[in-house]
C-alpha cells in the first residue's frame, strides 16, 4: 500500500468515526434481551454475534470499545470499513464468512480462542441478502462459542440502494435493536447438524428483524 493511499485510508476512518459520532449523539436507542450474551460474558466466556450485513451500521456502533473482533472482506471497500470500525474499538480479521475460505475463519477461531467476542454477518460480504451461510457455524463448531444473533430497527432511516438496504439511521429517530435466543453448535456436529443449526439461525435472526422492524412502525 502506497504513503498516499494508507493516509487515505487513515483520514477515511477518523471523519467517519466523528460523523458517527455525531450521528448517534442524536438517536434514541431501546435494547432488548442483552441478558442473551451478558450472562456469558459474566461467567468469563465470549460469544460470536450474527447479523445481517444490512443492519451492520448501527449494531457495530453501539458495541463499539468491546474489543469485538470483525470480519471485514478482502475487497478494496472493506479496507475503509476496518479503519473506521478500528477507530470505534474493534479488532478486525480480513477474509470471507463462506465454509471453504480458511484464512478468515482460522483467524476469527484464533481471536475466540483469545477471549474476545466475534462479530460476523453470515449473509455477507456480497449476498444473497438475508441468507445464513454455515461460516459462522463452523466457527462455533471449532471454537465452542455459543451464536448470539441479533437485529436493529429504525423509526426513520436511510435504505441506500446497495444489495443489503443498508440501514443508516436518520437524526433524531428511535433505534431497536434485539438479541435472540444463543444457537450452540457441538465439535462433533455432523455437516447434517451444522446445516440444521443454520436454518435454525436464520429462522432466529428473519424473527428478531421482523420483529425490530414493527417495532420501528408502531413508534413511527
Same mark, same amino acid.
Given at each position: 500500500m502506497t504513503t498516499e493511499a494508507k493516509a487515505r485510508y487513515t483520514w477515511a476512518?477518523?471523519?467517519? =468515526?466523528?460523523?458517527l459520532d455525531l450521528l448517534f449523539a442524536t438517536v434514541r436507542l431501546d435494547c432488548k434481551g442483552e441478558e442473551a450474551y451478558l450472562r456469558f460474558r459474566r461467567q468469563g466466556g465470549n460469544v460470536i454475534f450474527a447479523l445481517w450485513h444490512g443492519r451492520l451500521l448501527p449494531l457495530t456502533y453501539h458495541h463499539r470499545h468491546e474489543g469485538v473482533v470483525a470480519l471485514v472482506s478482502e475487497h478494496a471497500d472493506g479496507e475503509y470499513i476496518t479503519r473506521i470500525i478500528e477507530n470505534l474499538g474493534y479488532d478486525t480479521v480480513r477474509g470471507s464468512s463462506t465454509r471453504g475460505a480458511v484464512p478468515g475463519l482460522r483467524g476469527l477461531v484464533r481471536a475466540a480462542r483469545a477471549g474476545h467476542d466475534l462479530a460476523i454477518t453470515p449473509d455477507g460480504p456480497q449476498g444473497p441478502r438475508? =441468507?445464513?451461510k454455515t461460516g459462522a457455524l463452523v466457527v462455533a463448531q471449532i471454537s465452542g462459542r455459543p451464536i448470539i444473533p441479533v437485529s436493529a430497527g429504525c423509526t426513520r432511516a436511510w435504505w441506500p440502494g446497495s444489495w443489503d438496504r443498508f440501514l443508516v439511521? =436518520?437524526?433524531?429517530?428511535?433505534?431497536?435493536i434485539l438479541y435472540g435466543e444463543p444457537i450452540f453448535v457441538a465439535r462433533d456436529a455432523t455437516d447434517a447438524e451444522v446445516e440444521r443449526a443454520a436454518l435454525r439461525l436464520q429462522e432466529e435472526l428473519d424473527r428478531i428483524t421482523s420483529f425490530v422492524d414493527?417495532?420501528?412502525?408502531?413508534v413511527r
Open positions: 476512518g477518523r471523519v467517519g =468515526k466523528w460523523l438475508g =441468507k445464513v439511521p =436518520k437524526p433524531f429517530s428511535h433505534l431497536s414493527e417495532a420501528a412502525g408502531s
